[in-house]
T-cell receptor, first 113, second 118 residues
Framework: GQNIDQPTEMTATEGAIVQINCTYQTSGFNGLFWYQQHAGEAPTFLSYNVLDGLEEKGRFSSFLSRSKGYSYLLLKELQMKDSASYLCAVRDQGSGNTGKLIFGQGTTLQVKP | GAVVSQHPSWVICKSGTSVKIECRSLDFQATTMFWYRQFPKQSLMLMATSNEGSKATYEQGVEKDKFLINHASLTLSTLTVTSAHPEDSSFYIC??????????????FGPGTRLTVL
């Protein structure tokens, strides 16, 4: 089966660092994505990992361990505008290699002053 | 950039009517488009994968006769919700990739269409 787990909610303070974890069990794996989604809007792409290790992009970093089926998104120097849902998605190789994304339920992050 | 638009951004309709939602790739040719549905406080659920010029591939549990998908050109895919009912009220989001949805392709999301069925 396909299963992607993330915490439902997290709270952090402006200026702090927060780590959002994601564990996955999928029939195939061809990359892991993190998206940010503000309420009522479509997801926007944050990061992509296909090999083990850390990918850094400004205030955001994403880590992947394929052997552990684990990823995290690290947000540094939190700003109020970072309050949003963060979606972990695995690209399932599956049949036909259609590149389908399987999304976790999302983590709602609230940044407080 | 890679811009995907959707029209309309929101729609309210009466139960039993049909609603068409358009998804366009504005600055690239999208061989593959995906249609998702998102209920409040839930994540995105893939409904179907649409390749230009061929029939859409629907996910398990999605009725293909109710959710009609047409991908007639490289820049346009449409989703028609036929005989809509209140339980179809949701946020519908499309995404597009340049290639055939293979491993190197990033999905670019449209802004979404909020459908409310009365």
């Amino acid at each position: 089966g396909q299963n992607i787990d993330q915490p439902t909610e997290m709270t952090a303070t402006e200026g702090a660092i927060v780590q959002i974890n994601c564990t996955y069990q999928t029939s195939g794996f061809n990359g892991l994505f993190w998206y940010q989604q503000h309420a009522g809007e479509a997801p926007t792409f944050l990061s992509y990992n296909v090999l083990d290790g850390l990918e850094e992009k400004g205030r955001f970093s994403s880590f992947l361990s394929r052997s552990k089926g684990y990823s995290y998104l690290l947000l540094k120097e939190l700003q109020m505008k970072d309050s949003a849902s963060y979606l972990c998605a695995v690209r399932d190789q599956g049949s036909g290699n259609t590149g389908k994304l399987i999304f976790g339920q999302g983590t709602t992050l609230q940044v407080k002053p | 950039g890679a811009v995907v638009s959707q029209h309309p951004s929101w729609v309210i309709c009466k139960s039993g009517t049909s609603v068409k939602i358009e998804c366009r790739s504005l600055d690239f040719q999208a061989t593959t488009m995906f249609w998702y549905r998102q209920f409040p406080k839930q994540s995105l659920m893939l409904m179907a994968t649409s390749n230009e010029g061929s029939k859409a591939t629907y996910e398990q549990g999605v009725e293909k006769d109710k959710f009609l998908i047409n991908h007639a050109s490289l820049t346009l895919s449409t989703l028609t919700v036929t005989s809509a009912h209140p339980e179809d009220s949701s946020f519908y989001i499309c995404s597009a990739t340049r290639g055939r949805g293979l491993s190197t392709d990033t999905q670019y999301f449209g802004p979404g269409t909020r459908l409310t069925v009365l």
